[in-house]
């Protein structure tokens, strides 16, 4: 399992200098791997192995080389030998592709340590800030916003600088299988522990238990966004001034893209610590189902990337996550099974073969959860929400506000 976390850098100027220029030197340590395979007899190409075993001697030859972290030297060999083997998957799909390129120093923009050459602080810094330290380079600040999980690995370390000027440093995390918490006892499940979701239309998400949680509020982000893109039009193409608008547009679009992932890292880690199980529907099937109201979902949510951090962090912390099918949960009635078509608007879900009412889309969300139980193999238990919502007053569903989430969501996660 891997997994990746992504913070912005803030290296001092000193430090910035030496970020450069050990990326460039990387840059033509990656060129000379380029240099050296390709000018190799086409019966005698070097592995990444070979290669690896060729660094000692580029070193004494070229002692630029030397100033690199050993593993980092080694990540950049491997990272020619990952593009290459990109590249022949390609063409056996039948792409036409040509050999790999030079990198100039626009296109080269990150280096990994990998294994080690790599210290991480988290006590020092205030407030959401750590540190991280390269080998050979120094310490670099970053905003630690969302602290690496206890079980999680870190297995490289990735410093970018990317075309806004500005530096990140990304985790790439595994786990080791043997320290992970168990999941609790499938027998254990019932509706008092167990959730099924369904991915939002008119909320965020809603819960099989009542629960839904709020849009995160982007509309300052995206008035921001349509103002720089409406600036960027007036600009003239190629311009210097076209150019440095263009990045202020990515910077936004950069912007909104990590707060929609930091509010999905904060409602997947806030599931998994409160349900011992939670099922989802299957996107794809979802996707096709309401790809015309769905346009907004699309862009804000990535339900993808949402049911991806899921699915990671179910390991984590120890609980069962299910994708299931998603064909007819808003049609079905979750009390008597009777399908009743119902348009997009209809947000009330009232079944005329056995009078079961309740909200549309927690309607969809205890179809999930039902599904989910035949998934694991288990019977519909005794307390089934279904009941329990009729017992009681249906029109009332509990908000989970969005900053309830975050706070939990927030929690050693
Ligand atoms: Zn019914």
């Not at 099974?337 to 309740?358: D, M, N, Q, W, Y």
Request: hydrophobic residues 30%; proline residues 3%; charged residues 30%.
């Amino acid at each position: 399992m891997e997994h990746s976390h992504r913070y912005r850098a803030y290296p001092t100027q000193e430090v910035a200098e030496g970020l450069e220029h050990h990326l460039n030197v990387h840059r033509q340590l990656y060129n000379h791997v380029r240099w050296d395979y390709e000018n190799s007899p086409e019966d005698d190409k070097p592995t990444e192995y070979d290669q690896n075993n060729k660094l000692p001697e580029w070193k004494q030859k070229w002692p630029v080389f030397s100033e690199l972290h050993s593993k980092a030297a080694q990540a950049t060999v491997a990272r020619f030998h990952r593009n290459l083997s990109d590249l022949r998957k390609k063409k056996e799909k039948g792409y036409n592709v040509g050999r790999l390129k030079r990198q100039a120093p626009t296109e080269y923009r990150s280096v990994t340590y990998n294994q080690s050459g790599f210290n991480l602080d988290e006590k020092r810094g205030r407030d959401r800030f750590a540190y991280v330290r390269f080998s050979k380079i120094g310490w670099v600040k970053i905003r630690y916003h969302r602290p690496i999980p206890d079980h999680a690995i870190i297995k490289e370390v990735t410093f970018k600088k990317e075309t806004t000027g500005e530096w990140f440093v990304s985790f790439g995390l595994g786990t080791d299988d043997s320290d992970l918490p168990e999941k609790p006892d499938v027998d254990s499940l019932g509706a008092s522990n167990s959730v099924g979701i369904d991915l939002g239309i008119q909320n965020y998400i809603h819960t099989s238990d009542g629960k839904t949680v709020d849009w995160l509020d982007l509309e300052d982000e995206y008035e921001r966004l349509r103002r720089e893109q409406r600036k960027l039009s007036r600009k003239e193409m190629e311009s210097s001034n076209y150019e440095k608008q263009r990045r202020k547009v990515a910077k936004v679009k950069r912007h909104i893209k990590r707060k929609v992932l930091d509010y999905q890292h904060k409602i997947t880690t806030w599931l998994v610590r409160e349900y011992d199980a939670v099922f989802v529907e299957d996107l794809d099937v979802k996707e096709m189902l309401e790809q015309s109201h769905n346009a907004r979902n699309k862009q804000d949510a990535a339900w993808r990337q949402f049911t991806t951090l899921l699915e990671y962090k179910a390991d984590l912390y120890g609980c069962h996550v299910k994708q299931v099918e998603a064909r007819g949960t808003t049609k079905e009635c979750a009390s008597c099974g009777v399908e009743t078509a119902k348009p997009i608007l209809v947000r009330e879900h009232s079944c005329p073969s056995c009078g079961f009412e309740t909200d549309r889309d927690a309607n969809a969300a205890m179809n999930v959860l039902q599904r989910g139980f035949s998934e694991l193999g288990l019977g519909w238990p005794e307390d089934t929400p279904v009941e329990t919502v009729t017992a009681t007053d249906t029109t009332h569903f509990e908000s989970v506000s969005a900053s309830h989430v975050v706070e939990t969501g927030s929690l050693g996660a």
